[in-house]
């Protein structure tokens, strides 16, 4: 077998159970066992990938935020939006509206350049916010993320691969959702879980039959059995 290539794998829709939550254990292994980089990249806020990470026993390597930190080892890039996601949570609750966390508010407390919203919060008053604050609105399938607009998954991983002296596009990304549409873009190989959204599926150079995890362990072995 030649040698493998470093993964760039999305979490929420590709990491996950049949049911669409919760990490599937079948993923730990391979993961954990693959012999070239791997990147967590995810809408997630920061902490969420790193532990996934340590839990994985992998380098830390992770896109997170949609692209607004980007890590690899000991280069922490935070791209930051200034005063501007705390003006826009507060213009949200002026409109009426509240994130949809609760109190405790365990998605974004620790989230640092992005706002996440649940998405039973209506999108149209969130877009036009997004635009008033000169942020981007995107729709993972799991939440409404108001982010700047000049990052992106895509632009942070070629972060990640020039730390670790990979060319981006030898990277074999895996995702399901509109923000992993820049990923796919700046790699060779793509594969969109069955799961994934319209966006995803024309980007992507290969839809999986298979959804969740059972996809992400198909294109790992589609990726070996190419290379064997």
């Known amino acids: 077998m030649t040698d493998l290539p470093p993964l760039a794998l999305d979490i929420d829709g590709t990491l996950t159970r049949p049911s669409g939550h919760g990490i599937d254990p079948r993923v ?18 920061f902490p969420y990938p ?34 501007r996601i705390d003006d826009v949570a507060a213009a949200i609750r002026d409109a009426g509206h ?16 992005e706002l996440a919203v649940r998405r039973s919060v209506p999108a149209d008053p969130l877009r036009a916010l997004a635009a008033e604050f ?6 993972t399938g799991y939440a409404y993320h ?13 972060r990640v691969a020039a730390a670790v002296d990979r060319d981006p596009a030898s990277f074999v990304a895996v995702g399901d959702s509109e923000n992993d549409v820049s990923t796919f873009d700046v790699v060779d190989e793509s594969y ?11 980007a992507a150079t290969t839809v999986l039959d298979a959804a969740h995890a059972d996809g992400t362990l198909a294109a790992l072995d589609a990726v070996r059995d190419s290379r064997a």
């Open 28 to 45: 730990f292994d391979p993961l954990g066992e693959w012999p070239a980089p791997v990147v967590l990249a995810t809408g997630k806020a």
């Open 98 to 113: 509240d994130l949809g966390w609760g109190e405790a508010d365990l998605v974004n407390r620790w989230r640092e350049t």
């Open 134 to 139: 000169d942020l981007a609105f995107v729709d």
């Open 192 to 202: 969109a879980v069955a799961n994934a959204d319209d966006a995803a599926r024309a």
């Open 50 to 83: 790193i532990a996934l990470c340590d839990f994985l026993d992998v380098e830390h390597l992770v896109v997170a935020e949609n692209g607004g930190v980007a890590v690899a080892g000991d280069d922490v890039h935070v791209h930051g939006a200034g005063d």
């Open 146 to 158: 108001l982010k700047p607009r000049d990052v992106s998954k895509g632009r942070a991983l070629e």
